[in-house]
Structures are given as C-alpha cells and as structure tokens.
C-alpha cells in the first residue's frame, strides 16, 4: 500500500511540475498577444470607427496605412503608393506594391495577387482600402496555421521514453512468470508466490524518473526562461540539445528584415559611387523601396550633402524592368559640363551595356 502511494505521488508530482510550466509558458504567451493588439479602421454605420480584428467579417470596408497589420484578407478598392511586406508569409524581405486594378492574367503565385493583401503583411508605405473577403482560420495565413496546429507527432524524446518503458514492462512480464513458476516448482503456495512475483515484477519499475525526468526539464525551461525564451512544452528542450541542423526562418525571426550597405567599394571612392547610387534611387523620397533607403542611409552615414543632391536635374531615361534588369538615369550637370549616364541594375546587364 506504501508503495502504491509513492507511485501515485510521484505521477502527481510529475504530472504537475510539467502542466506549471507549460502553463507559465501559455500565459506568457497570452501577455505578450495583448500587449500587441491587432486593430482595423473599419466603415460601419456610415463611419470610420477602430475595432479589433477579430470583430472583422467578411463585406466590411477596411482602410489601410503605414505601419498597420492587415488584419484579414482583402481585396483592393483603392491603393495610393501602398507597399507590403509579406515576410511572415513568403519570407520575401522586399517590398511588394499593390494596387487596386484587375489582375490581368489568373494569379499563379501570392506575389501575383497585386489587388489583394493578406493577412498577417504589414502595410510599410501608402495607404488604400478595400473589402475584407475572408477572416481568422479563413485567411491563408490562417489555414496555414491550422494546418501546422494539426501537426503533433511525438518528438525522440518521448519515443525513447516510450522504448524504454516497453522494455521494462516486457521484463517485468518476464520476472514475473519466472519467479511465479519456479516458487510454484519449489511447493510454496500458489497465493504467497504471486505476490511475490507481483512484487519483483513491480520493482522493475523506475517509479521516480519521470519526476526526475520532469525536474531536469523544468530546470531547463527556467534556465531558458532567465535567457528571455519561453519553453511552451518541455520535451523540446531535450529535443533541441540533440539537433545538429535547425532550419528556421530567417527574416524578421534572426534577422531585422532590414536592408543595410554594409561596404562601399570604388576607385572613385565610396562618396562618389554612393551620390551616384542616392541619384539612380528613389531620393528624396522615401519608404518606396528597401534598397533605395538603405542607399540614402549609407549617404547619411558618409555625411553626404544630400540637399545638394537633390537639388541636381536627374531623369530616368530608361525604368527598370524585370527583363532588362538595369534601368539608366540621366543625371544633368550645369555649362560648361555636360550631362552623365548612370546605368544601375544587375552587375551582368550592366556589364553588356557597356
């Protein structure tokens, strides 16, 4: 009976300590969710009002702006200079512009959905507004999180738990017909040698490891936790000591999805090539196009005049195309000097043209 209770205390204790910080973790979670509350401008009454996105539904006329989360998908009425980013769908980092004109051809891929924005993008410059056509598991992103949800297989750590303990139950099968047969061989009495084998049988049974099992887990988790990473189930954390290769991905997870010139390189040396690059770009505009503004913020950083830039006669003789893969401007200098070409784009379409 004694043992018995040790068994049942220690299955409690095991039970406990992995639900606590399981649910540590989800409340954690759950905190950080509504710090971030996902908001929509939406027209209902006759009026703009802001509601949460989860009281969207399908028909609402939503407007959209810069440094908003789309809350649904929807499909465009009007857009103005409207960019996205769609890294936590694509894992694309550059910009995507949309607009509110029919698609000419069937879409293919989501980058040729340009009248549509999904849920989950975030809106990076301009501004537009349309009608939400579908909300929460009903959205792409949506349906991809339900179909990763639906994904709970068991991980190696609970496999070789599982191994082990079909073993150890295969030999206590074992000890117990062993040891029942032979105290029967031996003349004791039938009762007496059961219990027996009963109690070898149970011996075999490492009552205290999934509670130490569950202790260095948790230990685990709370040694992550003072790391600033929350452990949402416990076996990961044996799980991810054993991986080798952790794929995941990249933009916006390890990195800032943010475009930066890192090194400059020119005989004419770095202020030259960079007024030529801040010349070709969208300058001085800004928040067009991730590499247009990494260029201006590289020009900063060399303490360029950029007034004086700007204040330079440039035209675009030749636009970029996705064929072409390099576009050319012409950049007008005052008598007695004549005017320059500056053809930027791809290093081998630059290279050809010349």
């Known amino acids: 009976f004694l043992d018995g209770l040790i068994i049942l205390g220690l299955l409690a204790l095991n039970t406990g300590l992995m639900f606590l910080q399981e649910y540590r973790a989800e409340r954690a979670l759950e905190s950080l969710r509504r710090l971030l509350p996902v908001q ?54 550059l910009w995507q512009e949309k607009t509110a004109d ?16 999904l849920a989950g993008s975030l809106v990076l410059a301009g501004e537009g507004e349309g009608v939400v056509v579908a909300t929460g598991a009903a959205t792409l992103f949506g349906q991809t999180a339900t179909l990763l949800a639906d994904i709970r297989r ?23 017909g062993v040891v029942l047969v032979a105290n029967i ?12 084998a009963l109690a070898v049988a149970l011996g075999t049974a490492p009552e205290a490891l999934p509670a130490v099992t569950a202790t260095a887990l948790a230990l685990g988790a709370a040694h992550l936790a003072r790391q600033r990473v929350l452990t949402r189930r416990l076996a990961a954390i044996e799980e991810l000591s054993g991986i080798d290769v952790l794929c995941t991905d990249k933009t916006g997870t390890i990195t800032q999805n943010r475009t930066v010139v890192e090194e400059v390189w020119s005989p004419l040396g770095p202020e030259t090539l960079l007024a030529l690059a801040v010349l070709c770009s969208s300058f001085p505009e800004e928040g067009r196009d991730p590499v247009d503004d ?22 675009v003789i030749l636009p970029f195309t996705a064929e072409r ?11 007695p000097r004549s005017s320059a070409k500056a053809p930027p784009g791809l290093s081998w379409s630059v290279v050809t043209s010349c």
């Open 40 to 93: 929509a401008q939406v027209c209902r009454d006759g009026r703009w009002q802001t509601l949460p996105a989860a009281l969207l539904v399908p028909g609402d006329l939503v407007r959209l702006s810069a440094g908003r989360l789309v809350p649904a998908d929807i499909r465009l009425l009007r857009a103005v200079g409207l960019q996205v980013s769609e890294a936590p769908l694509t894992g694309e980092s």
């Open 102 to 117: 029919p698609l000419p051809v069937p879409p293919r891929t989501l980058r040729d959905l340009r009248n549509v924005v």
């Open 154 to 176: 068991p991980g190696q750590f609970h496999r070789q738990l599982d191994h082990f303990a079909a073993f150890l139950l295969r030999l206590a099968l074992v000890l117990l």
């Open 185 to 196: 061989a031996l003349g004791r009495p039938p009762v007496q040698s059961l219990a027996l």
């Open 294 to 315: 990494a260029l201006i913020s590289a020009a900063r950083a060399h303490r360029l005049d950029l007034a004086r830039l700007a204040a330079r006669p440039r035209r």
């Open 325 to 335: 893969k390099r576009m050319c401007v012409r950049l007008e200098d005052p008598p």
